[in-house]
């Protein structure tokens, strides 16, 4: 039988993840239904696991004076439920929009992400957070912003023997954070195209803006010329300033659950919304 | 070993530390409580604790339990029990095969929060698909266990159990977690049957050494077309079996069965097909109806030479001269998809084979007489070698009328005499299974200047996908019902069944119709704006009613309660039009919209017999024993036949046993299939029960108002003014009744005239819907139902019933695609959850079927018509779009709203003063 591997420390997941290449797995919520997936099709596919589930220091929210490292096998359920800032109501948001509760309480923040699923609500949460992904090998750690980490359709930087440990997300004094998705059912449904944005005000006007879209390119993008239209302006004129041709970062393809053409006039309408949320 | 504790109990269990925690609890531990729908984390059905948190054990992996609080639905747990008994009470469980999860999730929910309101409910129970409740009678169910506020059960006196809103009878099991469905048992050392399916939807193949493959890949055997040792073909119609067992050299859909393989469990899972001799020569496939029929196209069957599997015609009076005549006409071209029956029970069963020739399978299915009939040509046997025991059935909707795995089954346990059992993985159920037909309609319809209809025409088109299935049986009852339930006196239908290389399309959840009436009740919409009047006046001024004249020339002599639904439903009409025109005068963005949609469906076969035989019998050790062969598949008909049978007889209905759909015990009940199980089976059952009655009677020669009682073996016959007790135990033989019940019908003549049914079910619905028009999205914030049901012999199952066809309306209208090869998982593939369900109310008419049992007729295909049009008369309220395509996602109404702009010429029900 393949290995199965269920490290107790992350010395050790290191260690094995270097000499063997084998699969991290945490939540098991995208890799089980890619097995049966497969199967189902004639197709059966046993990887090395490499078990990340008993590895102490990988879960958890900590707070520092730089800001925030989430353990990457933290939960959507923990981190809806936890006491995060308002720079967080985004990612919080997202945490309670993916599957069902039972992926929620079994889902994590980096499995999200190493899946890279143009479709992953997380992900433009945590763009729109300017976080960076902590990734360690046997030798060493490094951080990547999360938009370098993504390089394609399903594709990270991920590199041989490394795993994610922790997303870093720094302070943004007095930000805050929404989300707004689309999708055609009220639960359990991937997304047709979501939006996710942090904004911090000076004043009654916007300082600062981070906004990206998801489920409409490869990779969920930040759209620039967005974010330096909203800058100046009071929170009640937001909504006006989306237009089409913010979205030039984005590629939007038509799929069974929508047309290209929808997705573009819907991603409008998501960026509308959402930045009148923050009007309120 | 990996150490498992599970319900405080630890257990040591050999499995890979990959393998799905519902895996290692079914098939290592036996606790085949936990369901498995999909292995995917879609469906929720395997629900279960970890460490007090609602979890799919679907997507854990064996070795993340070791160590963790595992509970699942066979703990004994208190807070359980309770939602165990409301669930009962409320009628929560129909097939039960999510019964489990949703026992779970509610469990974790009332942990977490002892006083959940509906949206906390609905927020827990979002992950778990129910594809019968329409989830309404489970929420109130888990409100009702917060509260600790449920339902006694129901006393049941003698004579008083029609009518009254008993539990299921067969429920408890289903609430412990104790039923057996079609994957939960077994016989010990069966070899596991594997089918390996075409990924081509045509193509020719040529199989390689098949033996040397065997060997190689450690199998106990390779199953091809030769090994079938009866006919390679099965099929619904008598004259046409036109589908293979096992495909030989040529598939004509993606997901037909090619090869089978035989087998450990993981042997046959550890095979990879392309390593199999299999060598494909793909050829171009014809995908939906026009290109089956294009110039050229080529023969899919040699019996259909123009790839038309049958045509449906009916046809009354001058179409032509009507239409030349009318003050409005309307006009339109429609569309429906491919459903999937989405039951969340995939296909599942053994077979054990016997000496002689005999064999026996066990499986879920809607219909074992049928299953006997097709195992046994399969075998070359005569029907009588055969038994089928029907599992539990975790849902059907018409799915389970075909044969599934018991062919399949059938041959492997003859070629290997051995047991075998079989499951389909989700994926393999969706693309090899039969769907809802696709159709392509055309219609036509026309009034005079008061609003009644003049004419009606229709040419529909239905893809039958790759094999006949029941592609006649929609075709032909299509023609009888499109003009909708309304006296129109001009009516010209035809239909045709085509074949395609698409999955095969079959039997679903009223047969043609629900697509049909898309059509019609868009039309008569039409009409009602060109005529201005309102669309509920011109429903209530053609309504079909007692004495009028069917298209197909029968008089509807009784039970015909259309008009009164229509009655009922006015009151909440106008209050719904009042609501909509107050709200949408002072918003643009989100509309409210309101719909209404009417349906007729003729209970049975299409002017075929289709009799149901019951057998009730009274041991002389006094037990009371109803031979009941309609099978349950969750819409309650095990519960409702005893009712009828008790009450019949006179004893209450906790005296009776019952004996259920195993061909070598009951008699041939009939399919569970065109809402006829209450309605035939019902009245074969009163007959059979009264018969008996009549034999106690004239034992104690008593007269027909005696009571009677039963004590044991002592049976007291109570007449005015003696009472006789008779000692069973003294009688020479048991005393046993039989009837049997066929509902008159008359063949259809060439213009379809005759009467093809004996009873017909109505039924209206009006919806309120929410658009927001800038995303064109659609929310169905509430649906209001009227049906006739004749009788309502249990509201608590009938309503049920409604919520259910309700989901699935809902379903069909805005969500429900089944695309061959793209969307073949619960995923892609979105039936509603908790959270997309409207407010329902129910008003039950009851206007008696003198043929049916205490005048009792059919329910759970009307449920399900009116839906989808009342949505779509909605969207169309609110939006002005008239959306001729289903399902309207959010795309296809963006599309024809244009950009998000504010709607343009709303119905003129949305006029001031409606």
């Known amino acids: ?280 | 070993m990996i150490a498992l504790t599970i319900n405080g109990t630890r257990h040591e269990v050999a499995a890979d530390p990959l393998a799905p925690l519902s895996d290692t609890l079914r098939e290592g531990l036996g606790l085949t409580g936990t369901k498995e729908g999909c292995n995917a984390g879609d469906c929720g059905a395997c629900t279960v604790l970890m460490e007090g948190a609602q979890v799919c054990a679907c997507l854990i992996s064996t070795a993340q339990a070791e160590g963790a609080e595992i509970t699942t639905v066979e703990a004994q747990d208190p807070l359980l029990g309770r939602l165990r008994q409301a669930f009962l009470a409320r009628g929560a469980a129909q097939c039960g095969i999510c019964t489990p999860g949703m026992l779970m999730a509610s469990l974790d929910l009332l942990r977490r929060n002892a006083a959940p309101d509906r949206a906390a409910v609905e927020d827990a129970l979002g992950g778990v698909l129910c594809r019968c409740t329409g989830y309404q009678q489970i929420i109130e169910a888990v409100l009702d266990a917060a509260r600790g506020d449920i339902a006694a059960p129901i006393a049941t006196e003698a004579g008083a159990a029609v009518g009254a809103p008993l539990p299921r009878v067969d429920g408890a099991a289903k609430v412990a977690g104790t039923e057996r469905y079609g994957a939960d048992a077994a016989p010990d050392g069966a070899l596991w049957l594997r089918a390996v399916r075409s990924p081509h939807a045509h193509a020719r193949f040529t199989l390689g050494d098949l033996d040397a493959a065997r060997d190689r890949l450690g199998l106990a055997a390779i199953l091809s077309a030769r090994d079938v040792p009866g006919r390679n073909a099965f099929g619904i119609m008598p004259d046409l079996k036109d589908q293979p067992v096992f495909a030989d050299g040529y598939v004509r859909y993606r997901g037909e069965a090619v090869l089978g393989l035989l087998g450990t469990r993981d042997a046959v899972a550890a095979v990879r097909d392309a390593e199999l001799p299999i060598a494909w020569d793909p050829q171009p496939a014809l995908h939906g109806v026009a290109a089956a029929l294009a110039e050229g196209a080529p023969r899919l069957h040699d019996h259909a030479p123009d790839n038309v599997l049958v045509r449906g015609h009916l046809r009354t009076g001058d179409v032509d001269a009507a239409f030349a005549t009318a003050t409005a006409r309307a006009e339109g071209n429609f569309r429906t998809a491919f459903v999937e029956h989405a039951y969340i029970e995939p296909e599942a069963g053994f077979a054990i084979p016997g000496a002689g020739g005999a064999m026996t399978i066990a499986a879920c299915t809607q219909a074992p007489v049928m299953d006997r009939e097709e195992a046994a040509r399969v075998l070359g046997v005569p029907d009588e070698a055969v038994r089928i025991i029907p599992t539990a059935c975790g849902g059907g909707f018409g799915g389970k009328l075909d044969v599934s795995v018991q062919p399949l089954l059938a041959v492997a346990a003859r070629v290997t005499n051995r047991p075998v059992r079989m499951t389909y993985a989700r994926t393999e159920s969706m693309a090899s299974s039969t769907k809802r037909h696709p159709a392509t309609l055309h219609a036509r319809m026309a009034a005079d200047a008061q609003g009644r209809f003049t004419a009606f025409a229709l040419e529909g088109d239905f893809n039958t996908g790759a094999y006949a299935s029941w592609g006649p049986t929609v075709a032909n009852r299509v023609p009888v019902h499109a003009s909708g339930p309304y006296r129109v006196p001009n009516v010209w239908n035809r239909t045709r069944a085509v074949y395609t290389n698409d999955t095969p399309a079959g039997a679903f959840r009223g047969f043609g119709v629900p697509q049909a009436a898309i059509a019609t009740e868009a039309l008569v919409d039409d009409l009602a704006e060109a005529l201005g009047m309102d669309r509920w006046e011109i429903r209530r001024r053609n309504a079909i009613g007692k004495g009028d004249i069917t298209p197909s020339g029968q008089v509807l002599h009784a039970s015909a309660g259309l008009p009164e639904c229509l009655d009922a439903l006015k009151p909440e009409w106008d209050a719904m039009l009042a609501r909509v025109a107050a709200h949408n005068a002072t918003q643009r963005r989100h509309r409210l919209g309101a719909g209404i949609a009417c349906m007729w469906y003729g209970c049975g076969n299409t002017a075929l017999s289709n009799p149901s035989t019951m057998r009730i019998t009274l041991a002389r050790d006094g037990t009371l024993t109803l031979f009941n062969g309609a099978v349950d598949i969750g819409q309650g008909s095990t519960t409702v036949i005893a009712q009828i049978a008790a009450d019949a007889l006179g004893l209450p209905i906790d005296a009776l046993r019952q004996v259920i759909g195993d061909t070598a015990l009951t008699p041939d009940a009939g399919k569970t299939s065109a809402s006829r199980q209450t309605f035939v089976s019902g009245r074969a059952a009163q007959d059979a029960a009264r018969a008996l009655r009549a034999r106690i009677l004239a034992l104690a020669n008593a007269g027909e108002a005696a009571r009677l009682a039963l004590d044991g073996a002592r049976l007291t016959i109570a007449d005015t003014h003696t009472t006789r007790v008779i000692d069973l135990a003294a009688l020479d033989a048991d005393l046993t009744a039989e009837a049997r019940y066929d509902p008159p019908t008359v063949a259809l003549d060439a213009d379809g005239q005759g009467i093809p049914y004996a009873t017909y079910g109505f039924a209206a619905q009006i919806a309120l819907v929410r658009v927001d028009t800038a995303l064109a999205t659609v929310k169905v914030e509430e649906i209001v139902a009227a049906q006739d049901v004749g009788r309502a012999v249990n509201p608590l199952l009938i309503a049920g019933q409604i919520h259910g066809g309700i989901a699935q309306g809902l379903g069909l209208a805005l969500m429900e695609e089944f695309i061959p090869g793209r969307t073949e998982n619960l995923h892609d593939y979105l039936i509603p959850t908790a959270g997309d369900m409207p407010r329902i109310r129910i008003h039950l008419v009851e206007d008696p079927e003198p043929e049916g049992p205490f005048g009792a007729k059919g329910v759970g295909e009307p449920a399900l018509v009116p839906t989808a049009p009342a949505i779509l008369s909605a969207i169309r309220h609110a939006t002005g779009v008239r959306m001729t395509e289903v399902p309207v996602l959010p795309h296809r109404l963006h599309e024809r709203i244009g950009g998000g702009e504010p709607p343009p010429n709303p119905l003129p029900s949305l006029a001031p003063g409606d």
């Open chain 1, 1 to 280: 039988m393949t290995a199965y591997h269920r490290p107790r420390t992350l010395h050790d997941a290191l260690a094995i993840r270097a000499a063997t290449g084998a699969l991290p797995l945490a939540g098991g919520t995208d890799i089980h239904p890619l097995r049966t997936a497969r199967a189902a099709w004639g197709d059966p596919w046993r990887p090395e696991i490499l078990d990340l589930s008993a590895v102490p220091g990988l879960d958890g929210i900590e707070e520092s004076a730089e800001g925030w490292r989430i353990g990457a096998r933290t939960t959507w359920t923990t981190i809806a439920e936890a006491p995060l800032p308002p720079l967080f109501d985004g990612l919080r948001a997202a945490a309670r929009e993916i599957g069902g509760r039972q992926v929620q309480n079994r889902g994590t923040i980096a499995g999200n992400l190493v899946t890279a699923s143009p479709a992953g609500d997380g992900i433009p949460n945590l763009l729109a957070l300017d976080a960076e992904v902590e990734l360690a090998t046997a030798t060493g750690t490094r951080r990547l912003p999360v938009g370098a980490f993504l390089t394609g359709y399903r594709a990270t930087a991920l590199a041989a023997g490394e795993i994610v440990t922790a997303l870093r997300v720094p302070r943004c004094d007095g930000a805050r954070g929404r989300f707004a998705k689309l999708g055609a059912r009220r639960y359990l449904v991937i997304s047709i195209a979501m939006a996710a944005g942090v904004i911090r005000m000076e004043g009654d006007r916007i300082a600062e803006a981070r906004i990206a879209v998801g489920a409409c390119s490869p990779v969920a993008r930040r759209l620039p010329t967005l974010e330096e239209a909203l800058i100046g302006l009071h929170p009640s004129e937001m909504p006006r300033v989306p237009q089409p041709a913010h979205l030039a970062p984005l590629a939007p393809i038509g799929d069974v659950r929508a047309t290209a053409a929808y997705r573009a006039d819907a991603a409008v309408v998501l960026l509308r919304d959402l930045l009148a949320g923050f009007a309120r």
